[in-house]
C-alpha cells in the first residue's frame, strides 16, 4: 500500500481496516495473499491482488476503493 505520510492517524486506521477486510475476503474464496500480492509476477488469480493506489488519490477513496474490491470478492461466483 503507497503511503505519502501525510495521512492522519484515522485515514491509516481506516486503510489498514479496509485491507484488513481484502484480506479476509481472499482468504474465504481459497486464495493465497503469498501469491497474490501487488509484487507478485504475475499473480496466481489477479482478482486476489489488493487495488494499488492511484498517484493523488486521497485515502478515503482509497479505502473505499479497497473495500469495494473486498465487496466483489464476498458477492463473486467463481
Request: hydrophobic content about 40%.
Amino acid at each position: 500500500m503507497l503511503l505519502t505520510g501525510r495521512e492522519t492517524g484515522a485515514q491509516l486506521d481506516d486503510l489498514l481496516t479496509a485491507v484488513d477486510h481484502f484480506e479476509a475476503a481472499v482468504i474465504a474464496r481459497g486464495g493465497d495473499l503469498f501469491v497474490n500480492s501487488p509484487t507478485s509476477h504475475p499473480p496466481e488469480d489477479p482478482d486476489f491482488v489488493i487495488p494499488q493506489r492511484v498517484p493523488g488519490e486521497d485515502p478515503e477513496a482509497y479505502a473505499a476503493r479497497i473495500n469495494a474490491g473486498a465487496e466483489r470478492l464476498e458477492k463473486a461466483d467463481f
